[in-house]
């Protein structure tokens, strides 16, 4: 399991738009420089990291996440199933997870709700508005890790 005494500084982004990846990896760098972020391209590709399957069998390179950032419109396997399937799987469904996704679907939200998310954050749309949002992330990131 990744600590969250701070030896796996980790945050698991699952996110299939690569332009919305690139847009968290530079907001996260300058707002949270320790954190090292690591993509997940779908809902499949996010299990089998998790799990530590195929190409993220090395723990030393993939290690567990001390925070998963979700996306929920996701192909192969929606957000939702991942989270279905983290909180289903003992060894990782401590792992906090926080929703970004251009979703405000009350139904999306209350599923995500009743999985255990804590926090939900609409993707925004711009540069300033997205830097804010990782601070925020960042900031309640650190706050789970005392």
């Given amino acids: 399991m990744g600590s969250l005494n701070g030896t796996s ?7 299939d738009n690569p332009d919305d990846a690139i847009f ?11 954190a090292k972020l690591t993509v997940a391209r779908d809902g ?15 723990r030393e390179r993939h290690p567990l996440p001390t925070l998963i950032l979700m996306d929920l419109k996701l192909p192969r396997k929606s ?17 906090p997870v926080m929703v970004l996704s251009s979703s405000d679907q009350p139904q999306d939200v209350e599923r995500a709700d009743e999985l255990g998310v804590v926090g939900y954050h609409v993707k925004p749309v711009t540069n300033e508005a997205f830097l804010e949002t990782a601070r925020r992330i960042c900031q309640a990131w650190r706050a789970l890790e005392l």
């Fill in 9 to 15: 500084r980790t945050i698991l982004l699952v996110e």
């Fill in 24 to 34: 968290a990896k530079r907001a996260f760098s300058k707002v949270c420089p320790q």
């Fill in 44 to 58: 499949e590709a996010a299990i089998d990291y998790l799990s530590g399957r195929g190409e993220f069998r090395d």
């Fill in 79 to 95: 957000g939702l199933e991942v989270l279905e399937w983290l909180r289903g799987t003992p060894g990782l469904r401590e792992i």
